[in-house]
Nanobody, 115 residues
Framework: QVQLVESGGGLVQPGGSLRLSCAAS????????MKWYRQTPGKEREWVAT????????FYADSAKGRFTISRDNTKNTLHLKMDSLKPEDTAVYYC????????WGQGTQVTVSS
């Protein structure tokens, strides 16, 4: 079965950096488009970034452009999100996503940006 396990979240000061990871299993990761989303209480889940199966092409929400970098390691079935210049408004639970006829989500990892 499809499994997505996020890790790497935590508490960081404004301006700091974090690198999130998502370990994927149960599907053909190397041929799948992958995405990161985030969600704060009371709000809808928000798309953050997308990466194509090869990793060559990436797309970012305006809020992430220039600060976040999505990447993948197809040899390890792992997706990453490097987040730099973090702001308090980046505080959220971050989820990786695989869409294979159904939206699959991990359990999420909490990112808190606060001084």
């Amino acid at each position: 079965q499809v499994q997505l396990v996020e890790s790497g979240g935590g508490l960081v000061q404004p301006g700091g950096s974090l690198r999130l990871s998502c370990a994927a299993s149960g599907f053909s990761f190397s041929t799948s488009v992958m995405k990161w989303y985030r969600q704060t209480p009371g709000k809808e889940r928000e798309w953050v970034a997308t990466i194509t199966s090869s990793g060559v092409t990436t797309f970012y929400a305006d809020s992430a452009k220039g600060r976040f970098t999505i990447s993948r390691d197809n040899t390890k079935n792992t997706l990453h999100l490097k987040m730099d210049s973090l702001k308090p408004e980046d505080t959220a639970v971050y989820y990786c996503n695989y869409r294979g006829g159904y939206d699959y989500w991990g359990q999420g990892t909490q990112v808190t940006v606060s001084s």
